[in-house]
């Protein structure tokens, strides 16, 4: 074959992949609406939806919810800098009252160069060099297209207990900065801190810190998720297929934990560290509106919006409501939460999630904030001899299993005293009935 025939195989193929990836994509759209239709959510009378949607956040101190107990402005240029953030982050929530903070203490590492920024990934995988090269090649040239097209790509990742990794490459693509020269570079500077804070000390707290993270990189469940990210398909062996369902109903059980504390987290710090961005991400008013833009023509749509909604008051209104309704809530918002990036700037589930946190920021007082998330996040399960169906069953039907239903429930608790840690846990323990890390109780 000639060269421009390979050229369009090659463009041909490119065509058919993206048509396949449209299809899947209505495909788990429809089912998605199906799953909010099937849900038992109750849905208030239209008027009094409507009226109670709209009051959501409007008693919402902002500034008073904002306020750490200590505050002052950190100096982050060069990358000595990047490592000052999680000794802030130490002192803002008097992590050391409770833990050692050494499982933080691992490399922030800015790559500035592409190649630099796959390698720990793949690395991390135990595959042959061969094969990394290959892999790492056609990431690179991928990554290139997405950022030329999308302006977007991998900012940053975070491997539990070894490093977090920074795409230099990608804060400076188009802007005429040398990667390194960004780092001190006054605009620049606090975006990278934000990704650093968002991997390592959102994610990677969680990681370190709390009984599920424990789990998910115990069984790799944290690897696959990366592959995800990165667009890499594992291998279909039936441990790794067994291991995909399995993180797939973990993940989807604890997405508004996870993107919801590290959305909440990069704001809050970012906000009262370098007065950098606003804080919080997300309001119920951009939420509403990208609910209500669901098309006209999706069969029952006021149905799901109306459920959508309904399932918003149940989590942050202020009547009172049952564990249980929460975890139909959760699992209600759950079946949409990949949705609304266009809408939202990111998908629903980061937007929800946030919201849960700022929520308990406001009834537990900010300090209490990663508390109430290793609280939500302090369930394990024996993956090993727990079937699949078994495991679906016990994160859809016990609210006390379910890290999404016991964050919404601890965030709606209210504090005689905020931001103290030790009435959290007792009170999550005597009110909810939860298991509590005993570093807090
Ligand atoms: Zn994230």
């Known amino acids: 074959m000639s060269g421009l025939d390979d050229m369009?195989?090659?463009?041909?193929?490119?065509l058919d992949e993206r048509r396949a990836i449209h299809v899947e994509r209505t495909e788990k759209e429809s089912a998605d609406f199906r799953a909010v239709l099937m849900s038992g959510i109750k849905i208030p009378p239209p008027s009094e939806l409507t009226r109670r949607v709209d009051a959501l956040g409007s008693n919402w101190n902002k500034t008073e919810s904002v306020l750490p107990r200590t505050t002052g402005?950190?100096?982050?240029?060069?990358?000595?800098?990047?490592?000052?953030?999680?000794?802030?982050?130490?002192?803002?929530?008097?992590?050391?009252?409770?833990?050692?903070t050494d499982r933080l203490a691992y490399p922030t590492v800015y790559s500035t160069t592409l190649e630099d920024f796959y390698t720990p990934m793949l690395e991390s995988?135990?595959?042959?060099?061969?094969?990394?090269?290959?892999?790492?090649?056609?990431?690179?040239?991928?990554?290139?297209?997405?950022?030329?097209?999308?302006?977007?790509g991998v900012w940053g990742y975070?491997?539990?207990?070894?490093?977090?990794?920074?795409?230099g490459w990608l804060f400076t693509y188009n802007k005429n900065i040398p990667p390194l020269e960004a780092l001190s570079n006054p605009e620049l500077a606090p975006k990278i801190a934000v990704i650093a804070i968002h991997e390592k000390l959102g994610h990677g707290f969680l990681a370190a810190y709390s009984t599920l993270g424990e789990v998910k990189t115990r069984l790799g469940l944290d690897r696959?998720?990366?592959?995800?990210?990165?667009?890499?398909?594992?291998?279909?062996?039936?441990?790794?297929?067994?291991?995909?369902?399995?993180?797939?109903?973990?993940?989807?059980?604890?997405?508004?934990l996870e993107e919801g504390w590290a959305t909440w987290l990069e704001t809050f710090m970012g906000v009262v560290l370098f007065k950098f961005g606003d804080h919080p991400?997300?309001?119920?008013?951009?939420?509403?509106?990208?609910?209500?833009?669901?098309?006209?023509?999706?069969?029952?749509?006021?149905?799901?919006?109306?459920k959508l909604l309904a399932s918003m008051l149940t989590i942050f209104g202020?009547?009172?409501?049952?564990?249980?309704?929460?975890?139909?809530?959760?699992?209600?918002?759950?079946?949409?939460?990949?949705?609304?990036?266009?809408e939202l700037g990111q998908p629903l589930r980061y937007a929800i999630g946030e919201r849960m946190m700022v929520q308990a920021a406001q009834n537990l007082g900010p300090l209490c904030v990663p508390y109430a998330a290793l609280i939500a996040a302090n369930v394990t399960f024996d993956l090993a001899s727990l079937?699949?169906?078994?495991?679906?069953?016990?994160?859809?039907?016990?609210?006390?299993?379910?890290?999404n239903a016991r964050l919404a429930a601890i965030s709606r608790l209210q504090l005689t005293e905020r931001n103290n840690v030790r009435e959290l846990a007792s009170r999550a323990s005597e009110e909810l009935n939860f298991s509590i890390p005993p570093e807090i109780k």
């Not at 441990?239 to 993180?247: K, M």
């Not at 202020?318 to 266009?342: I, K, N």
């Open 8 to 14: 369009k195989a090659a463009l041909e193929k490119k």
């Open 73 to 100: 402005l950190v100096e982050i240029s060069g990358s000595a800098g990047l490592k000052k953030i999680d000794e802030t982050f130490s002192q803002l929530f008097e992590l050391h009252s409770f833990y050692s």
């Open 125 to 152: 995988y135990d595959v042959s060099q061969t094969t990394l090269q290959e892999i790492r090649n056609q990431s690179v040239e991928e990554a290139k297209i997405v950022a030329r097209e999308k302006g977007g």
């Open 158 to 167: 975070n491997l539990p207990g070894k490093g977090a990794y920074l795409n």
């Open 224 to 256: 696959i998720e990366l592959a995800h990210r990165f667009g890499l398909r594992e291998a279909e062996d039936p441990v790794s297929s067994l291991r995909t369902e399995q993180h797939s109903l973990i993940f989807n059980a604890s997405q508004f």
């Open 281 to 306: 991400n997300h309001s119920f008013k951009a939420i509403k509106a990208a609910i209500n833009s669901i098309p006209e023509y999706v069969p029952q749509r006021k149905e799901i919006v109306d």
């Open 318 to 342: 202020e009547y009172r409501v049952s564990p249980e309704d929460l975890l139909t809530a959760t699992l209600t918002l759950e079946a949409m939460g990949g949705a609304f990036q266009d």
């Open 387 to 403: 079937g699949l169906s078994d495991l679906k069953h016990l994160l859809t039907s016990d609210p006390r299993l379910n890290p």
